[in-house]
């Protein structure tokens, strides 16, 4: 497969080719997705949850996330990988710059950082320093005590407006991609259509310029229990390879998600 970079999926937006993105956090799965042609893999701070079985993702370190961003290089020299900041690793531009330079260093080709303008400065910094930024909107689960819980984000007019708005904020800033999270399907179009940066969406609708799951949903492992936004895969499929290859394949189709899979 093809090295992919930050020019392959602004290219893949431009000619409407669906972006596929799976988490990922050790070598093995990392070979696997990369083997089955997974386009993206995310070194989430889900791995708080997942992996730790922890409530939220807000116990994670830098260090944690440079740890498995290592393992998930080992597993693959070619895939693009990016590595999420955990919470209060961003929150001013020089922590900003000190905690993304140790991502990289562990392996990341980009870093992904939650939240809306007021990035700005630290997004600026980053890409001047040439540190490629995805940014994440929507429901970010670092901010889970101030929304009151993993709640549908942007359902009133204001917060539409003002997420679209965050959204041109992080591509003025530098921001080459976009994850945009448990929002209703109409506004991901609409983030979607307003930026020309690639927008990857999680619980967003069908509408973005690609899609990401949280690998432990796609095999209906998590904790507790599937969110409505995913699909067990290996259901239908009952092996890993066939289960991950059918995802690439139903989201390069436009066949997932689906309705049911969306929020209004
Ligand atoms: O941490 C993570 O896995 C994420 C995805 C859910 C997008 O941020």
Redesign the pocket.
Known sequence: MAKITVSTLAKMKRENNKITSL?AYDASFAKLFHDCGVDVL?V????GMVLQGNDD?LAVTTDEVAYHTKCVRAGSKDVFVIA?MPFMSYSNVQTSCENAAKLMRAGANMV?L?GGDWLYDSIKALTQQGIPVCG?LGLT?QSVHVFGGFKIQGRDDDKANKMVEDAKALEAAGAQLL?I?CIPSALAKRITEAVSIPVIG?GAGKDTDGQ?L?MHDLVGISAGYIPKFSKNFLLETGNMHDAVKKYCDDVKAGLFPTNEHEFN
């Open positions: 988490t995310l989430g701070d889900s791995l993702t999420d992904k939650e994440h689960p994850v999270e999680i990401i949280v």
